[in-house]
């Protein structure tokens, strides 16, 4: 269980490797764009506060998570990229809809670990409601996209 009142997006930016010699893919799924748009800010912001540089960030969007996997696949491929961060929101609904994405999602992102050499990180949120999404795309629980992007930096230098 995540901690209730914790901002889990803060960092410490002298123990982070510079960006800078990078360059990150951002695929970003349009469903639930408020959400989607506050991760993928914290997530530019996070990537250009420790070196990266805007010209290194390029941005896909997809029309759902579940298109992500598709969308980073063909970031792998087509552009040279060091990493690339997954960025989307699936709420709960009434139907067994979400279940299925969500479990398509985490997968297809896992598959895409293991088939390249490439980190993928994802960051998508899967919530029971929308506020619990926005408390996680940049309100009293942190940002997301912010963590996300850290990862991709700490996983880009691992990969070397």
């Keep these: 269980m995540a901690t209730e009142n914790k901002n889990l997006s803060h960092y410490d930016k002298t123990t982070i490797p510079s960006a800078k010699p990078f360059r990150f893919g951002i695929v970003v799924s349009e469903w639930n764009d408020t959400i989607t748009e506050g991760l ?3 997530a530019r912001e996070a ?3 420790c070196g990266a540089l ?3 960030i390029v941005r896909w969007n997809v029309p759902g998570s579940f298109e992500l996997t598709f969308g980073c696949k063909k970031m792998l491929e087509q552009q040279e990229v060091d990493a690339v961060i997954a960025i989307g929101s699936v709420i709960q609904g009434e139907t067994k809809h979400f279940d299925f994405v ?3 999602t985490a997968q297809g992102i896992k598959d895409l670990n293991v088939r390249y050499d490439r980190p993928v990180i994802f960051c998508v949120l899967t919530d029971n409601n929308m506020q619990q999404a926005v408390e ?3 309100g009293k629980h942190g940002n997301k996209g912010t ?3 850290i990862a991709a930096i700490k996983m880009v230098v691992l990969g070397q």
Aim: glycine residues 12%; charged residues 20%.
């Design 40 to 42: 993928f800010n914290g």
């Design 47 to 49: 990537l250009i506060d």
């Design 54 to 56: 805007p010209e290194n």
């Design 102 to 104: 969500c479990s398509a």
């Design 136 to 138: 996680r795309s940049g």
């Design 147 to 149: 963590e996300a992007a």
